[in-house]
Nanobody
Framework: QVQLVESGGGLVQAGGSLRLSCVVSGSILSINTMGWYRQAPGKERELVATITRGGSTNYADSVKGRFTVSRDNAKNTVLLQMNSLKFEDTAVYYC???????????WGQGTQVTVSS
């Protein structure tokens, strides 16, 4: 069983930075791909960034060059460093982890990020 718990959200002015953390209970090595989605009010959930167990990353075009996803398997943690934040980055951010052997995606509870213009 895997559980994901996010932290690090909050209120920040446009141009500022935040770092989100996702702590995994259970073995992070059992999770193949991890990453972050976000959902703004009235919008569908969208993929923000992914990172594989081997460290390969992928980003949404809207965050490329501003956000960085990283994974520390020793600390069972996935981080999302968000720089140069924009008003349109305001959303609830969800950490996820996909376990191939279970064909199942685990989700965190979400953390609110609000960027004031």
């Amino acid at each position: 069983q895997v559980q994901l718990v996010e932290s690090g959200g909050g209120l920040v002015q446009a141009g500022g930075s935040l770092r989100l953390s996702c702590v995994v209970s259970g073995s992070i090595l059992s999770i193949n791909t991890m990453g972050w989605y976000r959902q703004a009010p009235g919008k569908e959930r969208e993929l923000v960034a992914t990172i594989t167990r081997g460290g390969s990353t992928n980003y949404a075009d809207s965050v490329k060059g501003r956000f960085t996803v990283s994974r520390d398997n020793a600390k069972n943690t996935v981080l999302l460093q968000m720089n140069s934040l924009k008003f349109e980055d305001t959303a609830v951010y969800y950490c996820y982890g996909y376990v191939v052997l279970e064909s199942y995606t685990y989700w965190g509870q979400g953390t609110q990020v609000t960027v004031s213009s």
